[in-house]
């Protein structure tokens, strides 16, 4: 259930339109702002799948939220299809879910037990000719080890004389590099060994495991070569907080167009624990696109059989051979956020456009000692705007390199009837201004007045803009230098009579004068040296890429390569449409080893039914 909470501070002054959601944090009054607002109260245990929200592995509270910490006595076997995963053997016809008396070995009764006496042969001669088990706990846990043995009475002639154990973290990047491949009829998973054992005569087994998340744990057993053996039980002990966990809000709806303000949170992350806090937004109240297939070879479609398009509640109704995917909805919704620096607290949701739908997502990243706590997030968002729609552009848009240049930074401001109005224009620049020129509105010069005129840009003061000065353009005259390729001047309007409202940014729109253009536009890598040393500074490499002139979503990929040529990484995969896009490496190859210092090659490769594109930077690697 949603509560409400209206503040009524009975202010004097104009009404406000500013509203805060809280998710979490139901022990803590509302914020204290000396204006009125609307308060959304969240509970962390709202979240519901039919809403697209989820919390894996999370001990979830009105207060906050935690990875869920594993009990070293309690067995994890009989458990892990109730935490979400599955336990699979290996059968003539590939992997499948565990049958029959498999469930003897985690059934919890030391009286009964699986035989190893050739019976899970199901064609005889044909298949896997060893007993294999994968327990997939659905997450990564940290184990602290195994345990496995025959019943009391066969203890001494039933035991196990050779097995295999192994482990995989579920990285897919990782897939068909480990040592370890069990492949059958093309259904193949792989694995590190961790124990191997050729000639054991003990009948209690008792194995521990290497502090390093793990998703699935492989164990091999073949026959014995003097009579067959038996498992009683073979039980999972876990430690610590379970080492990825996630919390996904429902979708917000936030009652129409909004100016997203600032998100702010509050937890901790001790002990080398990590938060990743993301945030997306769009305009409906689905991020995804739902693919039934036809039957008819590879054709697949978004519509039901009625010719409807497939939401989430009728794509869970559609014959599992006839559900064909999910995918992102790029035409509606933009990609997740880079998550935010959890230390600074807060952060500016990366839209530059009106929003009426949002989601939040945390990444809870844990080691065994110790994982991270949530304890709320809040949002702050602006309805109605300031205006229905703010068209801008700058000219020049092409100038020399640190050659003082004359930019005319025009706006088209659209207002409608409920809208706010704004006074107040900022410019971002890439460094301090040499002077603000003139500022016009409809052709009109106004006395220039800088309300604030520092390092980061500057702020102009304006008339009131409101629905009477709709469509009246805007035109601030400066002077700047640009030291960088596709420096962005961003700005944000606001009404400085309603301080507490969120500014509304600029959308810029570039018109594109010839089509004949490659689809890769920007390719962008920060810093060009970085050092992944964990000291906190340049640990990590930002990318950033536009796509141009793209209808439908293509393959994107970046591989990462060293003055060989050899490919040594592999930094980004998905699937886009047009759009800015950003992500972010961390010098670590596919193995999740640091790459050694040196001079690297990302090459960012575009695939469409016309070929191939492809873009290429070099970076340094230091530390």
């Given at each position: 259930m949603v509560v409400v909470v209206l503040i009524a501070l009975c202010l004097l002054g104009p009404a406000q339109a500013l509203t805060i959601y809280r998710i979490g944090g139901a022990d803590q009054s509302p914020p204290a702002l000396d204006t009125a607002f609307d308060f959304i109260q969240i509970a962390w245990e709202d979240v519901d799948p039919q809403a697209h929200g989820r919390a894996d592995l999370l001990d979830v509270q009105h207060q906050r939220v935690i990875p869920q910490t594993m009990d070293p006595n309690a067995n994890l076997a009989p458990q892990i299809e109730a935490l979400g995963g599955r336990i699979l053997i290996l059968e003539w016809n590939g992997w499948q879910q565990w049958r029959d008396d498999d469930v003897l070995i985690f059934d919890g009764d030391p009286e009964t037990a699986y035989l190893g006496d050739g019976h899970y042969l199901r064609v005889a001669g044909y298949g896997p000719q060893n007993k294999y088990w994968v327990f997939d706990f659905g997450g990564r846990f940290f184990i602290d080890r195994i345990r496995f043995f025959p019943r009391q009475q066969f203890q001494f002639n039933r035991f196990v004389e050779r097995f295999t154990v192994g482990v995989s973290d579920g990285d897919p990047l990782k897939e068909g590099t480990r040592e370890y491949v069990v492949d059958w009829r093309g259904s193949a998973l792989d694995f590190d060994i961790v124990h191997r054992v050729s000639e054991n005569t003990e009948p209690f087994i008792e194995l521990a495991f290497p502090e390093e998340p793990i998703k699935q744990l492989f164990v091999e057993f073949p026959e014995n070569t003097r009579g067959i053996w038996e498992i009683a039980e073979f039980e999972i002990y876990g430690k610590g907080a379970v080492a990825q966990a996630t919390y996904t809000s429902n979708i917000i709806d936030l009652g129409g167009p909004a100016v997203l303000g600032p998100i702010r949170w509050g937890g901790e992350t001790p002990g080398g624990s990590k938060i990743d806090l993301s945030i997306r937004t769009g305009d409906d109240d689905d991020p995804n696109t739902y693919w039934r297939s036809t039957f008819r070879g590879e054709e697949r479609t978004r519509f039901d059989s009625r010719g409807r398009p497939l939401t989430l509640a009728g794509y869970n109704r559609l014959a599992r051979g006839e559900q064909d995917g999910i995918t992102a909805d790029t035409e509606n919704w933009e990609f997740w956020s880079v998550p935010f620096e959890f230390a600074a607290g807060q952060g500016t949701v990366p839209t530059d456009r009106l929003r009426r739908y949002v989601q939040i997502n945390a990444d809870f990243h844990s080691?065994?000692?110790?994982?991270?706590?949530?304890?709320?997030?809040e949002l702050a968002v602006s309805i109605p705007p300031v205006a229905s729609s703010l068209i801008a552009e700058i000219f020049p848009s092409r100038v020399a390199a640190r050659t003082p240049t004359l930019f005319t930074y025009t706006i088209d401001p659209r207002l409608e009837a409920d809208d706010l109005g704004f006074d107040r224009l900022a410019i971002d620049t890439p460094e301090r201004v040499q002077g603000v020129e003139a500022v016009r509105i409809g052709g009109v010069d106004i006395a220039v007045e800088t309300s604030r005129l520092d390092d980061d840009g500057f702020e102009v003061v304006l008339p009131r803009i409101d629905r009477q000065r709709s469509r009246e353009q805007i035109e601030v005259y400066f002077w700047a230098e640009?030291?960088?390729?596709?420096?962005?001047?961003?700005?944000?309007?606001?009404?400085?009579?309603?301080?507490?409202?969120?500014?509304?940014?600029?959308?810029?729109?570039?018109?594109?004068?010839?089509?004949?253009?490659?689809?890769?536009?920007?390719?962008?890598?920060n810093p060009a040296v970085f050092t992944p040393n964990g000291d906190g500074v340049n640990d990590q490499l930002q990318i950033a890429f536009d796509l141009l002139y793209l209808v439908n979503t293509i393959d994107v990929e970046i591989m990462v390569y060293d003055l060989a040529g050899r490919a040594v990484a592999q930094a980004l995969r998905l699937q886009a449409a047009s759009g800015h896009f950003t992500s972010t490496w961390n010098g670590r190859d596919d193995d999740t080893k640091l790459l050694p210092p040196g001079l690297y090659m990302l090459r960012l490769t575009t695939k469409t039914d016309e070929g191939e594109e492809h873009s290429q930077r070099l970076i340094s690697l230091v530390y």
């Amino acid at each position: 259930m949603v509560v409400v909470v209206l503040i009524a501070l009975c202010l004097l002054g104009p009404a406000q339109a500013l509203t805060i959601y809280r998710i979490g944090g139901a022990d803590q009054s509302p914020p204290a702002l000396d204006t009125a607002f609307d308060f959304i109260q969240i509970a962390w245990e709202d979240v519901d799948p039919q809403a697209h929200g989820r919390a894996d592995l999370l001990d979830v509270q009105h207060q906050r939220v935690i990875p869920q910490t594993m009990d070293p006595n309690a067995n994890l076997a009989p458990q892990i299809e109730a935490l979400g995963g599955r336990i699979l053997i290996l059968e003539w016809n590939g992997w499948q879910q565990w049958r029959d008396d498999d469930v003897l070995i985690f059934d919890g009764d030391p009286e009964t037990a699986y035989l190893g006496d050739g019976h899970y042969l199901r064609v005889a001669g044909y298949g896997p000719q060893n007993k294999y088990w994968v327990f997939d706990f659905g997450g990564r846990f940290f184990i602290d080890r195994i345990r496995f043995f025959p019943r009391q009475q066969f203890q001494f002639n039933r035991f196990v004389e050779r097995f295999t154990v192994g482990v995989s973290d579920g990285d897919p990047l990782k897939e068909g590099t480990r040592e370890y491949v069990v492949d059958w009829r093309g259904s193949a998973l792989d694995f590190d060994i961790v124990h191997r054992v050729s000639e054991n005569t003990e009948p209690f087994i008792e194995l521990a495991f290497p502090e390093e998340p793990i998703k699935q744990l492989f164990v091999e057993f073949p026959e014995n070569t003097r009579g067959i053996w038996e498992i009683a039980e073979f039980e999972i002990y876990g430690k610590g907080a379970v080492a990825q966990a996630t919390y996904t809000s429902n979708i917000i709806d936030l009652g129409g167009p909004a100016v997203l303000g600032p998100i702010r949170w509050g937890g901790e992350t001790p002990g080398g624990s990590k938060i990743d806090l993301s945030i997306r937004t769009g305009d409906d109240d689905d991020p995804n696109t739902y693919w039934r297939s036809t039957f008819r070879g590879e054709e697949r479609t978004r519509f039901d059989s009625r010719g409807r398009p497939l939401t989430l509640a009728g794509y869970n109704r559609l014959a599992r051979g006839e559900q064909d995917g999910i995918t992102a909805d790029t035409e509606n919704w933009e990609f997740w956020s880079v998550p935010f620096e959890f230390a600074a607290g807060q952060g500016t949701v990366p839209t530059d456009r009106l929003r009426r739908y949002v989601q939040i997502n945390a990444d809870f990243h844990s080691n065994a000692e110790t994982g991270g706590r949530l304890d709320y997030i809040e949002l702050a968002v602006s309805i109605p705007p300031v205006a229905s729609s703010l068209i801008a552009e700058i000219f020049p848009s092409r100038v020399a390199a640190r050659t003082p240049t004359l930019f005319t930074y025009t706006i088209d401001p659209r207002l409608e009837a409920d809208d706010l109005g704004f006074d107040r224009l900022a410019i971002d620049t890439p460094e301090r201004v040499q002077g603000v020129e003139a500022v016009r509105i409809g052709g009109v010069d106004i006395a220039v007045e800088t309300s604030r005129l520092d390092d980061d840009g500057f702020e102009v003061v304006l008339p009131r803009i409101d629905r009477q000065r709709s469509r009246e353009q805007i035109e601030v005259y400066f002077w700047a230098e640009v030291f960088a390729f596709n420096t962005v001047f961003s700005g944000r309007v606001r009404d400085s009579t309603r301080p507490f409202e969120v500014p509304q940014p600029i959308t810029v729109q570039v018109d594109l004068l010839n089509l004949d253009q490659h689809i890769i536009g920007t390719f962008d890598l920060n810093p060009a040296v970085f050092t992944p040393n964990g000291d906190g500074v340049n640990d990590q490499l930002q990318i950033a890429f536009d796509l141009l002139y793209l209808v439908n979503t293509i393959d994107v990929e970046i591989m990462v390569y060293d003055l060989a040529g050899r490919a040594v990484a592999q930094a980004l995969r998905l699937q886009a449409a047009s759009g800015h896009f950003t992500s972010t490496w961390n010098g670590r190859d596919d193995d999740t080893k640091l790459l050694p210092p040196g001079l690297y090659m990302l090459r960012l490769t575009t695939k469409t039914d016309e070929g191939e594109e492809h873009s290429q930077r070099l970076i340094s690697l230091v530390y």
